[in-house]
């Protein structure tokens, strides 16, 4: 069964704390994304990786980091210096080629008090 | 910001109606894609149409492209209480070949 997971679905932290969202795909991709996405929205790109241990910003990466150690897995860590953490958090993955589709999972909610 | 932008944010119609929803973006694009989300779950791929596409059909939707309008309409047609969604339009952004720019979606109620 080919596809994106992540996990967990729902995440609740304390203020101050760091937390790491999982994604991991077997699509084979090259390409990972991870996205934001507050109530009522559009998604918001955060961070992007083209390749293993590459990775790129976003629009709106301050606050986060990410790792590319493996083609499979592209984990997102929410630090404590990102001011309105709370949110939906989507991954994404796409081959390198048009026509550039992106396959997404499931989704985390994170919140934070 | 944002490259393509929905039109209206909230659609509500009763089952059997058809629904439309447009999408307005800036810069030129060699596809727009449209997704859909069910309320707190992942995007879903639905269809893309290319630049040198002027209309396309998959099933009960109908997708169309006018390039010196820079604008797209999504048309479901015969609404079911199962396309209760949002839909957003997304493009790629130039330069980035797999960079795609999302919209900030339009939220559909079809009620039964």
């Known amino acids: 069964d080919g596809g994106i997971t992540q996990s967990p679905k729902y995440l609740f932290r304390k203020e101050g704390q760091n937390v790491t969202l999982s994604c991991e795909q077997n699509l084979n991709h090259d390409a990972m994304y991870w996205y934001r996405q507050d109530p009522g929205q559009g998604l918001r790109l955060i961070y992007y990786s083209q390749i293993v241990n590459d990775f790129q910003k976003g629009d709106i990466a301050e606050g986060y980091s990410v790792s590319r150690e493996k083609k499979e897995s592209f984990p997102l860590t929410v630090t404590s210096a990102q001011k309105n953490p709370t949110a939906f958090y989507l991954c994404?993955?796409?081959?390198?080629?048009?026509?550039?589709?992106?396959?997404f999972g499931p989704g985390t909610r994170l919140t934070v008090t | 910001s944002q490259q393509g932008e929905e039109d209206p944010q909230a659609l509500s119609i009763q089952e059997g109606e058809n629904a439309t929803m447009n999408c307005s973006y800036k810069t030129s694009i060699n596809n727009l894609q449209w997704y859909r989300q069910n309320s707190g779950r992942g995007l879903v791929h639905l269809i893309l149409?290319?630049?040198?596409?002027r209309e396309k059909h998959s099933g009960r939707l109908r997708v169309t492209l006018d390039t010196s309008k820079k604008s797209s309409s999504l048309l479901i047609t015969a609404s079911r209480a199962a396309d209760t969604a949002s839909y957003f339009c997304a493009t790629l952004r130039g330069g980035a070949g797999n960079m795609l720019t999302f919209g900030g979606g339009t939220r559909l109620m079809v009620k039964p």
């Open positions: 149409i290319r630049s040198n596409e």
């Open positions: 994404a993955s796409s081959i390198l080629r048009d026509p550039y589709e992106q396959y």
